[in-house]
């Protein structure tokens, strides 16, 4: 995932979380939820479990945030020094940037 990508979906992921902020602390809480696209993907008692979900999904998202319902998720990029560091140069080469992965503490993306 490139910089411009991961910066328009966490745009979008930060106004649905304003958006759902409520539903979440009140409806889910003791959970994780993983919430990506804009809305909620996936919601389990454990960390592993949500993300489990997610990454079960067809096809799994580019990018998506993993958090304790009663927190207020971390938007900026945690760099996890098990994976490869975020794509900083756009893809300009038309092929597919899939083999690139990102991840971080709460915020996960391949792409």
Excluded: W
């Excluded at 096809?59 to 975020?86: G, I, K, R, W």
């Excluded at 597919?96 to 709460?106: G, L, R, W």
Aim: charged share 20%.
């Amino acid at each position: 995932m490139d910089m411009a990508t991961y910066e328009r979906e966490t745009a979008i992921n930060r106004k649905a979380y304003e958006k759902l902020k409520q539903q979440i602390q009140t409806e889910h809480a003791g959970k994780y939820v993983a919430l990506g696209s804009g809305r909620i993907l996936a919601v389990a008692p454990t960390f592993d479990e949500v993300k489990g979900v997610v990454e079960s999904l067809q096809p799994v998202p580019d990018y998506y945030l993993v958090f304790p319902a009663e927190m207020e998720p971390s938007f900026e990029l945690v760099y996890d020094y098990y994976m490869p560091p975020l794509n900083t140069q756009p893809n300009t080469s038309g092929a597919s940037s899939s083999s690139n992965s990102c991840s971080a503490s709460t915020i996960f993306g391949c792409g």
